[in-house]
């Protein structure tokens, strides 16, 4: 059984940066694509970073692009999410996910395992 487990959520402001991280467990972790998603009320979850299963290749959405680094450790079974320069929109509950894809810019989740998620919120 797939399990997930988001951290690193916290209270910034704005300009601020933080460190999510996601480790996973249940599955060969190293074989599979990962990406960062993030949801707000009233919206649909959408894709913001993935990375392939050996972090050799990487894309981001253009909200977050040039200020978020996704990076992996598989030796960890760790994705992290480095956020910089955050802005109020950024403010949103964040899920990491298993077998990402990357199809004419839009992220798709592979997995129905998600994990409790960890909460941003960017605020002055």
């Known amino acids: 059984q797939v399990q997930v487990v988001e951290s690193g959520g916290a209270s910034v402001r704005p300009g601020g940066s933080l460190r999510l991280s996601c480790t996973v467990s249940?599955?060969?972790?190293?074989?599979?694509?990962m990406g960062w998603f993030r949801q707000v009320p009233g919206k649909e979850r959408e894709g913001v970073a993935y990375?392939?299963?050996?972090?050799?290749?990487?894309f981001y959405t253009k909200d977050v692009r040039g200020r978020f680094t996704i990076s992996r450790d598989n030796a960890k079974n760790t994705v992290y999410l480095q956020m910089n320069s955050l802005k109020p929109e950024d403010t949103a509950m964040y899920y990491c996910?298993?077998?990402?894809?990357?199809?004419?810019?839009?992220?798709?989740?592979?997995?129905?395992?998600w994990g409790k998620g960890t909460l941003v919120t960017v605020s002055s």
């Open positions: 249940g599955l060969a972790f190293g074989d599979y694509a």
């Open positions: 990375i392939n299963f050996n972090g050799d290749s990487t």
């Open positions: 996910n298993v077998d990402v894809t990357v199809l004419a810019g839009t992220m798709y989740y592979g997995s129905d395992s």
